[in-house]
């Protein structure tokens, strides 16, 4: 038994297959058929597309510019917001030293 190897796309591919059927007026089956491509993965990148377009964060890596800014910001917010706890932490514990 072989094993395939899981081929991995970039974000723009994923959006060019998007506006390849959404633009263009293409049936999924005719684009997943040209470029070997599984119609559950263009599918789930349609729902993606669509759930962004609609301010969702969607499942998944981020598609378009803007949701993956949003998700690096969230992600540095989280950062500073764990940064900012553990300074409070530290000056009470410095506080009560002094005492």
Sequence with gaps: MTKTKRRVFDASFKLQVV?????QGLSIGEVCGDMKL????VRRWLAQVDAEQLGQPGIGKPLTAEQ??????EAENRQ??????????????FARELR
């Design 38 to 41: 599984g119609e559950t993965a």
């Design 68 to 73: 993956q800014r949003i998700r690096q910001l």
């Design 19 to 23: 506006q390849m059927i959404r633009a």
């Design 80 to 93: 500073l917001r764990g940064d900012v706890d553990i300074l409070k932490k530290a000056s009470a514990f």
